[in-house]
């Protein structure tokens, strides 16, 4: 462990940044084994400390105690979520739900929270640091809404609810990687593929021969390889092809997400009721700024009536334009190509 750059100071390069550059996939489940074990010794002490509960021998122990766990395991998900195959990800399943539980097991303990309730209530004392109020507020919140407040079977439905939505969101993220990586395009007439500026040609021809093709252009569902052809390929097949296989991604193939997706809708609907809300968007909205879904919805409407009319003219402005290249419906395919047209026609943008 002592050579685990996870684990070690080696962690943290020049300018203390993260060495991302010396992680390997070995390295993270004794490193976030080791570090879950650390932060549960820690959530003991503190669980089990019998002086007077206080800011800092609670709240802040508790933040403390769990510092080097929230580190490993954000290198992790950095990872995970930007540059990570398929053996990456497989880890996840496994890790995951032990993240879950070890975060159930610290947000449902009924000794911990009469201790953080005990602290909140007495938030008064702190009242001239604002930055401590916060955090103490903050803390208590977070335990409500992790299921503190619940008891018997109700508390450990949400155990159970936490565990398989951690499971299932990273099947998702796992699917539509997989669905993203199983598309490509070669192509090797280069008049296919006229209109496409020359670096989106050198990156598809560097793609090409990165993945052992003997020259031509390779297209991909990533980004970098999508937005270039749906703004600039004159070709029309092309840039259906490629806009149907991004937006079918992950739907009636080996990689479906759709049973996925309507589980997570029930388990989120499930632990919504559970903590006292009507719906999963009233949970998640109760702490950002729309406050509840009502004024999300008065938000879009008001959107809706000042914007619907521009937008209509918009479209009827590219659609003019395709039907110059004998295009009688403007689809999706159609919209970035002709939007960078008219950009062109009338700013020389």
Do not use: C
Not at 27 to 40: D, G, R, S, T, V
Not at 171 to 194: C, G, P, R, W, Y
Not at 249 to 258: G, L, M, T
């Amino acid at each position: 462990m002592s050579e685990n750059p996870l684990v070690s100071d080696k962690r943290v390069g020049k300018y203390e940044a993260i060495a991302f550059n010396l992680f390997k996939l070995e390295h993270f489940k004794p490193a976030i084994l080791a570090a879950l074990n650390e932060a549960e010794a820690n959530f003991e002490l503190v669980r089990n400390n019998p002086e007077r509960p206080t800011f800092e021998n609670t709240i802040l122990a508790l933040d403390n105690g769990s510092e080097h766990l929230s580190v490993v395991y954000g290198v992790y998900n950095n990872l995970y979520s930007v540059h990570s195959d398929n053996e990456f990800k497989a880890l996840g399943q496994e890790l995951s739900p032990l993240m879950s539980e070890f975060n159930s097991k610290i947000n449902t303990d009924d000794k911990l929270f009469a201790s953080i309730k005990a602290i909140y209530n007495a938030r008064k004392e702190y009242s001239e640091d604002a930055e401590t109020v916060t955090l103490i507020e903050e803390t208590y919140d977070n335990f409500v809404r992790g299921g503190a407040m619940l008891v018997g079977e109700d508390k450990e439905k949400m155990k159970e609810i936490n565990k398989e939505l951690s499971i299932l969101n990273l099947k998702f993220s796992q699917n539509v990687l997989n669905a993203t990586n199983k598309f490509s395009l070669h192509i090797t007439d280069k008049e296919e593929l006229t209109g496409l500026p020359e670096g989106a040609l050198n990156a598809a021809a560097y793609n090409a021969k990165k993945r052992g093709k003997d020259g031509g252009w390779m297209f991909t569902l990533q980004q970098s390889s999508i937005l270039p052809v749906l703004t600039y390929a004159e070709n029309r097949t092309l840039r259906e092809k490629i806009s149907r296989a991004s937006s079918s991604r992950s739907y009636k193939d080996e990689f479906d997400n759709q049973k996925i997706v309507n589980r997570i809708t029930v388990l989120r609907g499930k632990r919504a009721k559970l903590l006292g809300y009507n719906t999963h968007a009233d949970f998640t909205l109760v702490k950002r700024m729309a406050e509840k879904p009502q004024n999300v919805l008065d938000f879009l409407d008001r959107i809706y009536e000042k914007a619907m009319h521009v937008a209509e003219k918009e479209v009827a402005e590219l659609q003019e334009l395709a039907k110059a290249d004998g295009v009688t419906e403007l689809m999706p395919w159609d919209v970035a190509f002709y939007s960078e047209k008219l950009k062109k026609q009338k700013f020389d943008f």
